[in-house]
């Protein structure tokens, strides 16, 4: 415990730097947008599916523009690229505060989708990536609990916020504080970059050489780890977006299930830590088997539990999954490709992930809507992490084997 203090006061200010971006990202996070879902399917006279099918259409187009506009942290300084990023976030919120059509509204959620939960996320987990190495697991798991906190303090404060000021003014004040407080912040925090130093640790296992964002593509054991790696992107996003639905049909009031994201985040912090000190330890790609696992018993208890301990088991098992993988996709990468274009390869991997957010709640909305429970494709959800759990276990072996041989080589 000592080494983990002593290591955060000795990279405080790029740690905490990271650790903002990743919390104020929760605007354009899907968990937040949907705590003002009622009100706009109201106001815009939309069913689930069609909401859905929205936000799909907004995130898909921050999806195919994240790749170009990822590139920006390989090429200017994070601190510049955080002065880009903060300000059209914050306008974005305030296009929220004003959306009165379809197409303003469409635009409003991808201008969210892509500086919010795409680029705020990817510029910080990109900075620290590249800037520690030995202590990259531990590095990643501290700025992660920028998110997790942000899903413990953010539905309990914008439920209470907006019941005073409404939802639209909540939008406007979470723009004036991301201009006011945010952007000055980090900006100071992130302008001297960090440079390697004699007291960091050698890297415990990591590339023999640097990919470039093209190989990358045309790696095999990439798009196989793919097919687990965006899983909880879809999962969360699907559930945290059709919150509503799901209060409706269980009995629950909305108060009851933003509650319920306090027990997800300390949870998520805890897994976080701790999944950064066993990949310091082992390695990333050897715990990559393992991140589901918790996934899969989460969408079970929430799929065929009625009762409000089936949502709090969700969460607590969720919260497991989310730490470990933030942590993990923050090492994984760097660990797999090299640090030299991770900015290039990581909005690659940002993308996709985004691209499966985007799939889950358009998905799940039109099934909904043509009659299928959201109970049961929760379930679906479940035995798809358990079973994709064996892949995992055959790609670590694969990329292990491989991470040897090109070793070797040399």
């Not at 925090?189 to 593509?217: C, H, I, N, Y």
Request: include cysteine.
């Amino acid at each position: 415990m000592g080494a983990f203090f002593s290591f955060f006061r000795e990279n405080s200010r790029w740690i905490f730097g990271g650790f903002l971006m990743t919390f104020f990202s929760s605007f354009g996070q899907t968990f937040f947008i949907a705590l003002s879902g009622k009100q706009i399917r109201t106001e815009f006279d939309l069913t689930n599916g069609e909401f859905g099918g929205i936000y799909m259409l907004a995130t898909l187009g921050s999806a195919m523009v994240l790749p170009q506009v990822g590139k920006l942290v390989d090429i200017v300084s994070v601190s510049r690229t955080a002065l880009i990023v903060v300000p059209l976030l914050a306008f974005a919120c305030v296009s929220m505060a004003f959306a009165d059509s379809f197409y303003f509204l469409l635009l409003t959620l991808f201008g969210l989708r892509l500086f919010g939960q795409g680029m705020m996320t990817h510029t910080a987990m990109t900075a620290v990536g590249r800037w520690f190495a030995g202590h990259r697991g531990r590095a990643v798991s501290m700025v992660a609990l920028g998110q997790q906190t942000g899903e413990m303090v953010f539905p309990l404060v914008f439920v209470f916020v907006s019941a005073a000021i409404g939802w639209r003014n909540s939008w406007l004040a979470g723009a004036f504080f991301l201009v006011v407080f945010a952007l000055p912040v980090i900006f100071g925090l992130m302008r001297v970059e960090r440079q390697p130093r004699s007291t960091d640790k050698p890297e415990l296992a990591g590339a023999a050489r640097d990919w470039k964002r093209g190989e990358v593509m045309r790696d095999g054991l990439f798009w196989a780890m793919s097919i687990g790696i965006f899983a909880p992107a879809f999962i969360g996003t699907s559930v945290f977006f059709h919150q509503a639905h799901l209060v409706e049909i269980r009995d629950w009031t909305q108060q009851f299930f933003a509650g319920s994201f306090v027990i997800m985040s300390i949870v998520t912090v805890c897994s976080g830590l701790i999944a950064g000190q066993l990949i310091d330890k082992f390695s990333a790609i050897r715990i990559l088997p393992f991140f589901l696992l918790p996934l899969g018993v989460a969408c079970l208890c929430l799929g065929l539990i009625e009762a409000g301990f089936g949502l709090f088991f969700y969460m607590a098992l969720l919260g497991v999954s989310y730490g470990t993988a933030t942590t993990l996709f923050g090492a994984l990468w760097p660990e797999i490709y090299g640090t030299k274009h991770l900015g290039s390869v990581r909005s690659i991997i940002v993308a996709l992930m985004v691209l499966s957010s985007a799939l889950g709640p358009g998905i799940t909305g039109y099934l909904i809507d043509y009659g299928i429970p959201f109970p049961s494709q929760i379930v679906v959800m479940g035995l798809y992490c358990l079973a994709v759990s064996l892949v995992m276990l055959f790609v670590s072996r694969q990329v292990a084997s491989r991470q040897r041989a090109e070793l070797a080589a040399i």
